[in-house]
């Protein structure tokens, strides 16, 4: 379990790094305009969300902007290549400039899937307090009966616990192209593991 974790922590923290360079501005533009449309049509409230983003950009993740700012003004030198002709010193001049408007989008992408989970905390909290709840009730029926917790359901359970909550922070971290309607459905995956985790939690 320790050794997926680290695994996992690992692509929490090198994936936001890298995408950057992998993914286009254009490209995660594309990915933000979605999620802004799939937030408005689900939750409506515009005005607010459109505040709350703003808001939480400026307070936040402003000084990200920057940094990216001052990398591409101090490494950007495309415009030394921009009528030499020599097309591939062109296109690794551009790097610096790409690096950095990208990183400005990713920020903006975590400002707004910040917002959004905001605004759904409530209803996302509800279905884990369940599975809590019915997994604890679950444990005492078995202590009760003949029936006992069964260790490698708990192992299972475990392990998803660990992927979904993982998949779910590199959603918010990285704008990776899943659905914002998902979410909910993480939520409840999210529960019915932490219940079924709880009920066969082995007995030591």
């Not at 409230?45 to 920057?66: C, D, F, P, Q, W």
Request: with cysteine.
């Amino acid at each position: 379990m320790g050794k997926h974790f680290l695994i996992w922590l690992m692509v929490m923290f090198f994936t936001p790094l890298a995408l950057p360079g992998l993914l286009g501005p254009k490209t995660i533009s594309t990915y933000i305009r979605a999620d802004y449309n799939a937030a408005i049509s689900i939750l409506g409230k515009k005005e607010k969300i459109n505040k709350e983003l703003m808001a939480l950009y400026k307070k936040n993740l402003t000084s990200v902007a920057a940094f990216a700012n001052n990398f591409r003004d101090r490494h950007d030198d495309s415009d030394k290549f921009r009528n030499s002709g020599d097309h591939i010193g062109e296109a690794i001049a551009d790097i610096p400039g790409g690096w950095a408007s990208s990183v400005k989008l990713q920020a903006y992408s975590l400002a707004l899937r910040t917002v959004i989970l905001l605004n759904w905390g409530l209803w996302l909290m509800i279905p884990m307090v369940m599975g809590f709840v019915a997994g604890i009730f679950e444990r005492r029926l078995k202590s009760e009966t003949f029936s006992s917790p069964v260790p490698p359901i708990y192992n299972t359970s475990a392990h998803m616990l660990l992927a979904l909550s993982c998949m779910l922070v590199l959603w918010l971290i990285c704008p990776i192209p899943i659905p914002v309607s998902i979410i909910p459905t993480i939520a409840v995956l999210i529960s019915l593991f932490i219940s079924l985790a709880i009920a066969h939690y082995p007995n030591y």
